[in-house]
């Protein structure tokens, strides 16, 4: 396009003068252009799982970013780039979709007031070609800046969801383990308990929350046998004292009214400065051994 304008000499451009023109606006126009193709070609046969609330955020976002965009481009606001919050609203919520609508309607909306006169990109004949790049650069800085949002967004999220599947796997596992696992304050204070353990109080004990009970050494009189109590408190306030970890036998009441013999290892887990940020203990039934 550049070459053609300078060879025919079509209103006097040179090469170096068109060509940046030309550069700018087929960049801008892969920037908007590319990213709507895409999102379409990716949901053509997939319906868009949105809620009604998601569905009212983007109506919300629409009616803002269009009004903005008509203040800012119709001469009202001296300052085109105030469209930038909405965009970058609807890029952060809506990732690539959110990004791609939006600009289609900004370069829409663009075109439209500029081609009326309306906006603050149009002008005399004599400051078109400066007023033309400042149309591409402004859509160019739009789309680009638009688009990066929305693939920190979009990191962030895949980042939350591998997260939380890691989460749901591990929980998944801890809980099918044929152990019963625990987890305490620095202090001793119950924080966690897993399944099994919390169903083994249902079963015991259902009017017990062990969670809220000041500290892990109150359980053992509940569900540890008399003759073996005394002995499991010992061991637990000397681990928490010494900070060193322990291992202890006893015998723990069980649904049908019985004790079984049961092996607890209490382990402390330390920060990088070597003091205990969490208590872990894990039981295991050996009543056959």
Not at 145 to 153: K, P, R, T, Y
Not at 182 to 211: I, M
Not at 212 to 230: C, M
């Amino acid at each position: 396009g550049s070459a053609t304008l300078a060879w025919f000499n079509i209103k006097s451009q040179s090469f170096a003068a068109a060509w940046p023109l030309w550069w700018i606006g087929d960049a801008t126009g892969v920037l908007i252009v590319a990213p709507l193709a895409l999102a379409v070609f990716q949901n053509w046969r997939g319906e868009v799982r949105l809620s009604a609330a998601r569905w009212l955020e983007a109506f919300v976002v629409g009616v803002i970013l269009l009004g903005v965009a008509a203040l800012s481009l119709g001469g009202y606001l001296p300052f085109a780039y105030i469209i930038m919050p909405p965009l970058l609203w609807a890029a952060v919520r809506f990732e690539y979709r959110g990004a791609a609508v939006s600009l289609a309607l900004l370069a829409l909306i663009t075109a439209a007031f500029t081609l009326s006169g309306d906006s603050q990109f149009a002008g005399a004949p004599e400051t078109q070609r400066h007023r033309q790049i400042m149309l591409q650069l402004f859509l160019a800085i739009s789309a680009f800046s638009a688009l990066v949002v929305a693939a920190i967004s979009r990191q962030y999220h895949q980042s939350l969801l591998t997260l939380r599947q890691s989460q749901q796997q591990l929980q998944q596992m801890i809980d099918t383990l044929p152990v019963r696992i625990w987890s305490a304050t620095p202090d001793g204070v119950p924080s966690y308990f897993n399944k099994r353990y919390q169903d083994h109080f249902n079963e015991v004990l259902p009017n017990l929350a062990p969670l809220q009970v000041s500290k892990i050494q109150d359980l053992v009189g509940q569900i540890i046998h008399p003759d073996d109590a005394s002995e499991v408190e010992r061991t637990l306030r000397s681990c928490l004292e010494s900070t060193s970890p322990a291992v202890m036998r006893f015998r723990w009441l069980e649904k049908d009214g019985a004790y079984r013999w049961a092996e607890c290892r209490v382990e402390p887990r330390r920060d990088d400065s070597g003091a205990v940020a969490e208590w872990y203990g894990v039981s295991i039934d050996i009543d056959d051994q």
